[in-house]
């Protein structure tokens, strides 16, 4: 949420159709104050921080919601994050990362958002370490659920032990990169058709075939305008709704987990 209005108001569509049981929210884009308002006549739904720390479209850029002065080490010499997650890995130092994640939670508190849990834009917290770890401090600090996928749960050992609000997530499901459009409904019916008991999540990026998610998604053909249009029309679905339906696939929120740690 945040990037454009095209996927805002998919996404709240969605919500009011209960074809989504939440959403986080990318906290240094440019339409976070229409998700406010919207959280606001909304207090029920599950919202999240969707810590963001990249910039990947073309021409649509993004730096922190510190000032410039404050991070330099994460951002590049326009003052845009990195668009890739190894040169952020690579030149960031961690008391700046610390600082502008902390920063992005503050902000969405003080806009009403009433955060459930963090996730990281792009995974790029999730790789290194020390990185991975300060994440999970935040989550602590700010008593917020970490999204962990299962993949990430090779930090744990014996001495760094999974703190009780990391959710390791069993079965993590997103369109993987190269998806032909007109097999996406597939991959989305096939995924519920094979869950295995556990927890599990579908990641999903919603907006709609409009001229401004098309020029923001300009040569990046995973998760343009295309996969958008289609996720937001299968997962409103009713066909899609009974699918769930069939298979007893249960539907839980953030909410819910906090309240079991």
Known sequence: LGLCESVNSATFESFNNKAITSASVMMPTKNISDVAEFRSLNTNYDFGIHLTVTSEWKFLKWGGVLDDKDIPTVLNSKNHFYWNKRKFTKYSKLDEISNELQAQVDLGVSMGLNPSHIDSHEGA??????????????????????????????HFDENFKKPKNAIIIDQFHMLPEGTRVDKIEDYYYNVIENL??????IIV???KDEQELKEITIDHPNFDYRWRQKDFEIFNSEKF?????????????WKDLHKLI
């Open 205 to 207: 990026h919603l907006g």
């Open 241 to 253: 709704k009974r699918h769930l339906k069939k298979n007893n696939i249960k539907l839980i929120t």
């Open 125 to 154: 917290l999730f790789f290194d370490p020390d990185i991975f770890k300060l994440y999970l401090k935040i989550a602590k600090k700010n008593d917020l659920l970490a999204f962990v996928p299962i993949q990430a749960s090779v």
């Open 196 to 201: 295995k008991p556990g927890l599990s999540q």
